[in-house]
T-cell receptor
Framework: KAGVTQTPRYLIKTRGQQVTLSCSPI?????VSWYQQTPGQGLQFLFE???????NKGNFPGRFSGRQFSNSRSEMNVSTLELGDSALYLC??????????????????FGEGSRLTVL | AQTVTQSQPEMSVQEAETVTLSCTYD???????LFWYKQPPSRQMILVIR??????QNATENRFSVNFQKAAKSFSLKISDSQLGDTAMYFC????????????FGTGTSLTVIP
């Protein structure tokens, strides 16, 4: 089974620009979550999508948005980039069907991440 | 709100020795799940071990075991017979036992296994 694939792996943008990151989950996984990883802050939850619907959302400004397609692939978009948006953006997929213990193992399968540098 | 605290930013251990990584969390939830994830240098994060809060028995996966103290809201990871491949960043994580996968992660502990 192919793992979680994120593209692009590295990108450099300037302040004010926007960026779109892509994530292809493991085949059969319908839940896709996005996390921002920065040194000293750990992983911060951005949002989760399940069957094309945003199911959970973290405490990030509206500049951060996402969507999920019918094939479960997901994209996240950051508009009006700021220096503080420089981070590793991780995508994770899971079977996510039902609450944990009811078919949902709770295990996240992560991609290698997209490293965004904002200059 | 849920918070996860890892108070040891960096640790080291001699190969074949045992090391314990600490994690505390704060929540008002009665049912939840706790995880330890491992992120090797420049590699994908993978699950190490999972604990259901309603289970009193501590989870064990080969050389990895946890000490789960629900009343103290403590969830430490013990690595026995440390191997060079254990060198990685370790993240403690919390998830509510309800629909949806929203994890709360600690800031991580960087573990180095010394040959």
């Amino acid at each position: 089974k192919a793992g979680v694939t994120q593209t692009p792996r590295y990108l450099i943008k300037t302040r004010g620009q926007q960026v779109t990151l892509s994530c292809s989950p493991i085949s059969g996984h319908r839940s896709v979550s996005w996390y921002q990883q920065t040194p000293g802050q750990g992983l911060q939850f951005l949002f989760e999508y399940f069957s094309e619907t945003q199911r959970n959302k973290g405490n990030f400004p509206g500049r951060f948005s996402g969507r999920q397609f019918s094939n479960s692939r997901s994209e996240m978009n950051v508009s009006t980039l700021e220096l503080g948006d420089s981070a590793l953006y991780l995508c994770a997929s899971s079977n996510g069907i039902g609450a944990v213990g009811l078919g949902n193992t709770g295990e996240l399968f992560f991609g290698e991440g997209s490293r965004l540098t904002v200059l | 709100a849920q918070t996860v605290t890892q108070s040891q930013p960096e640790m080291s251990v001699q190969e074949a020795e045992t090391v314990t990584l600490s994690c505390t969390y704060d929540t008002s939830e009665s049912n939840y799940y706790l995880f330890w994830y491992k992120q090797p240098p420049s590699r994908q994060m993978i699950l190490v071990i999972r604990q259901e809060a309603y289970k009193q028995q501590n989870a064990t996966e080969n050389r990895f075991s946890v000490n789960f103290q629900k009343a103290a809201k403590s969830f430490s990871l013990k690595i026995s017979d440390s191997q060079l491949g254990d060198t990685a960043m370790y993240f403690c994580a919390f998830m509510k036992a309800r629909l949806g996968n929203q994890f709360y992660f600690g800031t991580g502990t960087s573990l180095t296994v010394i040959p």
